[in-house]
């Protein structure tokens, strides 16, 4: 049972430049996170998608936006790139109740770090 | 929103000893899991405990909801446990909001 996948790995961009990132989700997952996780820091909360729809958004600007496919994957796009953008983007997936899977249980996958030149 | 604290920050054993680490939040909370992350970044779950006591292996964690407070306890550390631990929690907003982090250092 494959777990949470992210791609890239790594990245290199510079100011100005947009960059999209992806995430495919658990088996039995149907709801997607993202995350952004600054050197030193917890990570922070960006969207969540369920239902290809956005859900819940914390406290980040427009230029930072997301997709979620039928197949329940997804896309964080950050558009106008800047340094303070360089952080570690977590996505994380987790079931809804009615699948029979404990609901809100989040799994995380393994990152891309994204360096803003 | 809530805030997550944790302590002690920093944390330094020697192989063998045994150690408990606090996660205290300002809100009810509908879920709270404990992680682990390891040197590359990889955030491991290791407990889902909105409320009451588990146990896995040398790790176990209790949150006492009605105190807003949750321990995780790890006993006969081994270097393997060395890393960052984040508490988060979620108030029925589908957003997890992460402590700062303990980092745990194991000495052979």
């Known amino acids: 049972d494959a777990g949470v996948t992210q791609s890239p790995t790594h990245l290199i961009k510079t100011r100005g430049q947009q960059v999209t990132l992806r995430c495919s989700p658990k088996?039995?997952?149907?709801?997607v996170s993202w995350y952004q996780q600054a050197l030193g820091q917890g990570p922070q909360f960006i969207f969540q998608y369920y239902e290809e729809e956005e859900r819940q958004r914390g406290n980040f600007p427009d230029r930072f936006s997301g997709h979620q496919f039928p197949n329940y994957s997804s896309e964080l796009n950050v558009n106008a790139l800047l340094l303070g953008d360089s952080a570690l983007y977590l996505c994380?997936?987790?079931?809804?109740?009615?699948?029979?899977?404990?609901?809100?249980?989040?799994?995380f996958g393994p990152g891309t770090r994204l360096t803003v030149l | 929103g809530i805030q997550v604290e944790q302590s002690p920050p920093d944390l330094i054993l020697q192989e063998g000893a045994n150690s408990t680490l606090r996660c205290n939040f300002s809100?009810?909370?509908?879920?709270l899991q404990w992680f682990h992350q390891n040197p590359w970044g990889q955030l491991i779950n290791l407990f889902y405990?909105?409320?009451g006591t588990k146990q896995n292996g040398r790790l176990s964690a209790t949150t006492v909801a009605t105190e807003r407070y949750s321990l995780l306890y790890i006993s006969s550390s081994q270097t393997t446990d060395s890393g960052v631990y984040f508490c988060a929690v979620e108030r029925h907003d589908y957003k997890l909001s992460f402590g700062a982090g303990t980092t745990v250092t194991v000495r052979a």
């Open positions: 994380a997936s987790s079931p809804t109740g009615t699948s029979g899977l404990m609901p809100d249980t989040q799994y």
């Open positions: 809100d009810s909370v509908n879920n």
């Open positions: 405990i909105p409320s």
């Open positions: 088996s039995g997952h149907d709801t």
